[in-house]
Structure formats: structure tokens, C-alpha cells
């Protein structure tokens, strides 16, 4: 059996279609396993989400499954791992096959883009001309997430709930967190696997969740307190040299 082709920078055909989001998750990732999925329970816990212990993986990445003119299926995606792909661009395009064989005994499902909220089919024709135009931008600046946003000119995923609890709106988003539509009808495997009954208890806000007064007013204290800070060393040191 012939080995599965790479993934490459190089746009490998005319977009036709978007099959939709695929979702994977690496049941051999030793960083996932220790640091992406717990960190992504607790972002489901501080958005009040309920977590079923018994539940499948939680997903730690995401791509755009689509089709190319010549009927080929393709991921187009935002992956590191490189200098290329941390300075200069992180956009790749991965061969289906390529991209399930990284499950390593997880899991991968693709669900219509169209079952995320405000996206509709004229916001999907209108990415795949982007994907057939638009370049990438350095894994730095843009994760899989944001990669998606950008094509898609619209949120997808919460923005980090941990961030939302400190009033920071910064647009890291969660794979393990699409913003889907209440009423989103799905495969019932891709159900399962996404655990589509939690999502559905996510608010419509940036974080998935409505944080509080204080916590929206959180980096104006914080802000205050490194500005006071400041400001009380300088005087300080001003008062001791004058002495």
C-alpha cells in the first residue's frame, strides 16, 4: 500500500464545494491527552457546560472538508510544526486520507457548515471563493480556529471561556466548542461524537457563556493596578534619590 501523500502549501485544485467542518481527535496525542483536553473541560465547565465523564474525546482540531473540481476531497487547514508554518504561513491542504490517518484511534466527523450560527449557504459559496483566493497567514498569528473564522468572516468556535471569565475577549477559539445552532440537526453519530446535547447549553455570546459585571470589568482593574503600580515605583524612586 502506497503512503498517504503530504499535506502542502500549494492550493492542489479549484474548490467546488465545502462538505463542511471536520472535527478530529488524536487518541495517541500526548500533548492533547495532558494539556489541550483538560484545559478544554475546564473552558466547558466555566461556560456551564455539563460534562458527561463517560462521553467521547474532546476534539482538538478542526479543518474545512471540501471537494476540488476533479471530485478529489481535501482539508484545507491551519497546522504548525514548522518555521514556515509559525512565521510565514500555516495554511495547508491535506489529502482526506492523510488527515484521518493523524486519528491514531480517535476520531474524525465532518458536519455542514451550515448547522453553525449566522452561517447560511451564502455565507458557505462565498468561502469557497475565499479558499480559492485568499492566502494564510503564520501559525502565530492565526490557529486552526481563527483560520476558519478568517475564511468564514464569522465566529465559529467560543473564544476561550477562561479568558471570558476575566473579561478578555481575545479570539482564541475552542475546538471542542463550535458554536452550533440550537436547533442543529446532525448525523446521530456525529451527535455522539461531538456531544451536540452539551453544545446546545452554550449562550450566543464570544465565550459561549454571559460572564458578569465584575468579570467584564476585570483587565480595567487589572489595567489600574499595573498603571498604580507603576506610578508609585517611579515616585518612590524619585522621593529616595531626592533624599
Known amino acids: 500500500m502506497s503512503e498517504n501523500r503530504p499535506s502542502t502549501h500549494h492550493r492542489p485544485g479549484r474548490v467546488r464545494e465545502i462538505k463542511g467542518i471536520v472535527f ?60 514556515q508554518n509559525y512565521l510565514r504561513t500555516g495554511f495547508n491542504w491535506t489529502p482526506i486520507e492523510t488527515f484521518r490517518a493523524r486519528d491514531r ?27 480559492n483566493t485568499l492566502g494564510g497567514h503564520p501559525f502565530l498569528r492565526e490557529d ?3 483560520f476558519m473564522e478568517h475564511m468564514f468572516s464569522h465566529q465559529l468556535f467560543a473564544h476561550v471561556p477562561i479568558l471570558g471569565l476575566l473579561g478578555i475577549n481575545v479570539p482564541i477559539g475552542d475546538p471542542a466548542m463550535p458554536l452550533l445552532r440550537p436547533g442543529a440537526q446532525l448525523d446521530p453519530e456525529a451527535a455522539r461524537l461531538l456531544r451536540l446535547s452539551e453544545l446546545q447549553q452554550l449562550k450566543d455570546t464570544p465565550w459561549g457563556f454571559e460572564p458578569s459585571a465584575i468579570s467584564r470589568a476585570a483587565p480595567r482593574f487589572l489595567a489600574a493596578g499595573i498603571i498604580g503600580t507603576t506610578v508609585g515605583c517611579l515616585v518612590a524612586k524619585r522621593s529616595y534619590r531626592a533624599t
Open 24 to 83: 478530529q481527535s488524536d487518541g495517541q496525542s500526548g500533548v492533547g491527552a495532558w494539556v489541550i483536553r483538560p484545559v478544554e473541560s475546564v473552558n466547558r465547565r466555566v461556560a456551564g457546560v455539563r460534562l458527561d465523564p463517560h462521553g467521547p474525546s474532546l476534539a482538538m482540531h478542526a479543518g474545512i472538508h471540501v471537494s476540488l473540481e476533479n471530485g478529489e476531497e481535501w482539508v484545507a487547514e491551519q497546522l504548525h510544526g514548522t518555521i
Open 105 to 131: 484511534g480517535g476520531w474524525d466527523v465532518t458536519i455542514p457548515a451550515t448547522a453553525f450560527r449566522r452561517i447560511d449557504e451564502e455565507q458557505v459559496a462565498k468561502t469557497v471563493e475565499r479558499l
Open 144 to 146: 486552526c480556529t481563527a
